[in-house]
């Protein structure tokens, strides 16, 4: 992955965890904006993370619409079209503050610093670890621990093939340009979600009796699944509440404060099904799936 690596640490000091091969930046409550897309998964996950941490008040949102064209993120919700607080028309002008000839893609999560409007870092797993471990001062008071000490190995190690099986494997599956690398990948992502279904037949979350980061990063593939992946992406050997382990641990979180307030199935369906033309030339969005189902309860 190729992202803008600064990292926003307490102090600006060395963070005990991961890679420091950018800027390092001080916390500091009201000096940043997260802008992250409803749309996106993993801008959605550090939308959860900062509802869990409780930190709405230290951390401004700012929330693109769901459809960009080739150039930028665009705020397109807002009246004028205008982010309310960074006064701008599209992400891409953040970017451009800080790196004029920036050549890469315009990817949300991003933090913004707000008084230069100048993009900090769009790294985002390390986004949502140093809202954890940097901003802790801020933390509500009965925040969850998101990364449990004595879990962490295993964890990294869950977090990892559910990122590359998962949250990479639909996206695989999607984007297969034969039908060899299709059927290659779609093997992949059921033969994950079946040690997913496995797993979670005997505990309620992925790393026992409480929520984790990895929770979260599974939460934002598996809410998107049925909307979009299972028809869009052709990942279809079955609908995610066809897997009854999967389906009600994903209404557990869903009806969990902090998860299901975040997703906007309108806006996830508009941007799949609009943005990626190359896939669906007709820009035509569904209707379904019911939406009523995430409500009922999961016995879990």
């Not at 509802?51 to 150039?71: F, K, M, W, Y």
Request: glycine share 8%; proline share 8%; charged share 25%.
């Amino acid at each position: 992955m190729n992202y803008v690596p600064d990292r926003i640490t307490r102090d600006a000091r060395t963070p005990e965890h991961g890679p420091v091969a950018g800027e390092l930046w001080p916390v500091e409550p009201g000096r940043y904006r997260l802008v992250a897309a409803k749309a996106c998964p993993w801008a959605n996950r550090s939308i959860i993370v900062r509802e869990l941490l409780g930190l709405q008040d230290v951390i401004s949102l700012g929330t693109p619409g769901p459809t960009h064209d080739a150039r930028s993120w665009t705020f397109d919700l807002d009246p004028g079209g205008v982010d309310p607080v960074l006064g701008i028309h599209r992400l891409q002008e953040a970017y451009f503050a800080r790196y004029p000839d920036y050549p890469r893609g315009i990817t949300v999560p991003a933090v913004v610093e707000i008084a230069s409007g100048r993009l900090v870092t769009n790294d985002f797993p390390w986004i949502t670890h140093d809202l954890f471990f940097e901003w802790r001062e801020h933390h509500r008071p009965d925040a969850p621990d998101l990364w449990p000490s004595a879990l962490r190995e295993e964890m990294e190690e869950v977090m990892q093939r559910v990122f590359t099986e998962v949250n990479n494997g639909v996206y695989r599956c999607g984007f297969a340009g034969s039908q060899e690398s299709y059927d290659a990948a779609y093997e992949r992502l059921f033969t994950a979600l079946d040690w997913l279904e496995e797993r979670l037949t005997d505990r309620r979350y992925l790393m026992g009796e409480a929520i984790t980061e990895a929770d979260v990063r599974l939460f934002t593939t598996l809410v998107r699944f049925d909307a979009v992946y299972h028809g869009h992406f052709k990942c279809n050997r079955n609908k995610l509440s066809e897997m009854p382990a999967l389906w009600g641990y994903a209404r557990d979180l869903y009806q969990t404060p902090g998860f299901g307030s975040t997703v906007d199935f309108e806006q996830i369906k508009a941007h799949y099904y609009v943005v990626h033309s190359e896939i669906n030339p007709t820009g035509i969005v569904p209707q379904g799936p019911d939406e009523s189902g995430w409500l009922t309860p999961h016995h879990r």
